[in-house]
Protein backbone atom coordinates (compact mmCIF):
# COMPACT_ATOMS: atom_id res chain seq x y z
CA UNK A 1 0.00 0.00 0.00
CA UNK A 2 2.62 2.53 0.90
CA UNK A 3 5.88 2.53 -1.40
CA UNK A 4 9.02 1.82 0.38
CA UNK A 5 10.84 5.12 -0.30
CA UNK A 6 12.69 6.61 3.01
CA UNK A 7 10.11 9.46 2.53
CA UNK A 8 7.62 9.89 5.64
CA UNK A 9 5.72 7.11 5.41
CA UNK A 10 2.19 9.49 6.14
CA UNK A 11 3.71 11.61 2.81
CA UNK A 12 3.91 8.54 0.81
CA UNK A 13 0.27 7.63 1.92
CA UNK A 14 -1.52 10.66 1.38
CA UNK A 15 0.04 11.07 -2.40
CA UNK A 16 -0.89 6.83 -3.22
CA UNK A 17 -4.68 6.39 -1.80
CA UNK A 18 -6.21 9.25 -3.58
CA UNK A 19 -4.21 8.20 -6.34
CA UNK A 20 -5.69 4.75 -6.13
CA UNK A 21 -9.12 5.85 -5.42
CA UNK A 22 -9.06 7.08 -9.35
CA UNK A 23 -7.63 4.93 -11.00
CA UNK A 24 -9.73 2.01 -9.01
CA UNK A 25 -12.86 3.49 -8.75
CA UNK A 26 -14.36 2.55 -5.20
CA UNK A 27 -15.37 -0.95 -5.52
CA UNK A 28 -11.55 -1.28 -6.82
CA UNK A 29 -10.35 0.95 -3.88
CA UNK A 30 -11.97 -1.45 -0.95
CA UNK A 31 -11.08 -3.92 -2.06
CA UNK A 32 -7.50 -2.74 -2.24
CA UNK A 33 -7.76 -1.72 1.07
CA UNK A 34 -9.40 -4.81 2.38
CA UNK A 35 -6.29 -6.70 0.68
CA UNK A 36 -4.19 -4.25 2.62
CA UNK A 37 -6.37 -5.36 6.15
CA UNK A 38 -5.55 -8.99 5.00
CA UNK A 39 -1.54 -8.77 5.00
CA UNK A 40 -1.99 -6.72 8.78
CA UNK A 41 -4.45 -9.29 10.26
CA UNK A 42 -3.80 -11.83 12.59
CA UNK A 43 -5.11 -14.53 11.08
CA UNK A 44 -6.43 -16.50 14.23
CA UNK A 45 -8.11 -13.54 14.99
CA UNK A 46 -9.46 -12.09 12.33
CA UNK A 47 -7.90 -8.16 13.33
CA UNK A 48 -5.19 -6.14 13.30
CA UNK A 49 -3.26 -6.32 16.87
CA UNK A 50 -0.53 -5.16 18.35
CA UNK A 51 1.42 -7.67 17.29
CA UNK A 52 0.31 -8.51 13.64
CA UNK A 53 1.05 -4.43 13.28
CA UNK A 54 4.79 -4.88 14.21
CA UNK A 55 5.04 -7.93 11.95
CA UNK A 56 3.59 -6.90 9.06
CA UNK A 57 5.14 -2.71 9.93
CA UNK A 58 7.58 -3.09 7.22
CA UNK A 59 5.42 -3.41 4.14
CA UNK A 60 3.58 -0.15 5.12
CA UNK A 61 7.27 1.38 5.52
CA UNK A 62 6.84 2.00 9.49
CA UNK A 63 9.51 -0.26 10.28
CA UNK A 64 11.44 2.82 12.01
CA UNK A 65 8.19 3.38 14.41
CA UNK A 66 8.26 2.42 18.26
CA UNK A 67 5.82 0.25 19.85
CA UNK A 68 4.16 3.22 21.45
CA UNK A 69 3.95 4.90 17.76
CA UNK A 70 2.44 1.56 16.41
CA UNK A 71 -0.10 1.28 19.72
CA UNK A 72 -1.39 4.95 18.83
CA UNK A 73 -1.70 4.12 15.44
CA UNK A 74 -3.86 1.72 16.34
CA UNK A 75 -5.63 3.57 19.23
CA UNK A 76 -6.23 6.01 16.40
CA UNK A 77 -8.60 4.08 14.36
CA UNK A 78 -10.02 1.46 17.39
CA UNK A 79 -13.75 2.58 17.27
CA UNK A 80 -15.16 0.19 19.95
CA UNK A 81 -12.19 0.47 22.20
CA UNK A 82 -11.25 -3.20 22.40
CA UNK A 83 -7.49 -2.34 21.30
CA UNK A 84 -7.22 -4.56 18.00
CA UNK A 85 -8.84 -2.83 14.51
CA UNK A 86 -11.52 -4.95 12.40
CA UNK A 87 -11.98 -4.44 9.08
CA UNK A 88 -14.09 -1.61 8.96
CA UNK A 89 -12.10 0.58 11.33
CA UNK A 90 -9.05 -0.11 9.32
CA UNK A 91 -10.82 0.98 6.24
CA UNK A 92 -12.32 4.22 7.71
CA UNK A 93 -8.96 4.73 9.51
CA UNK A 94 -7.21 4.75 5.45
CA UNK A 95 -9.41 7.63 4.45
CA UNK A 96 -9.16 9.46 7.58
CA UNK A 97 -5.73 9.33 7.35
CA UNK A 98 -5.82 10.92 3.86
CA UNK A 99 -7.59 14.09 3.78
CA UNK A 100 -7.43 14.62 -0.06
CA UNK A 101 -9.37 11.10 0.07
CA UNK A 102 -12.16 12.76 2.05
CA UNK A 103 -12.43 15.78 0.34
CA UNK A 104 -12.96 12.91 -2.61
CA UNK A 105 -14.97 10.56 -0.49
CA UNK A 106 -18.31 12.05 -1.67
CA UNK A 107 -17.46 10.83 -5.26
CA UNK A 108 -16.03 7.61 -4.32
CA UNK A 109 -19.37 6.99 -2.58
CA UNK A 110 -21.44 8.13 -4.75
CA UNK A 111 -19.74 6.02 -7.55
CA UNK A 112 -19.93 2.85 -5.38
CA UNK A 113 -24.05 3.31 -4.52
CA UNK A 114 -24.55 3.99 -8.59
CA UNK A 115 -22.83 0.66 -9.48
CA UNK A 116 -25.35 -1.15 -6.61
CA UNK A 117 -28.10 0.93 -8.04
CA UNK A 118 -27.34 -0.11 -11.58
CA UNK A 119 -26.51 -3.52 -10.22
CA UNK A 120 -29.88 -3.73 -8.58
CA UNK A 121 -32.27 -2.72 -12.21
Partial sequence: MLSSSSQNPSTNFHDFLPL????????GLIGELCNGFNLLMDVDKGVITIDSLKRNAAL?????????????????????????????????LMFRLSPELMEASQFVLEEALQQEFDDFW
Avoid: I, P, T, W
Fill in 20 to 27: MANKLGGD
Fill in 60 to 92: LGLQDLSDNDLRDMLKEGDFDGDGVLNQMEFCV
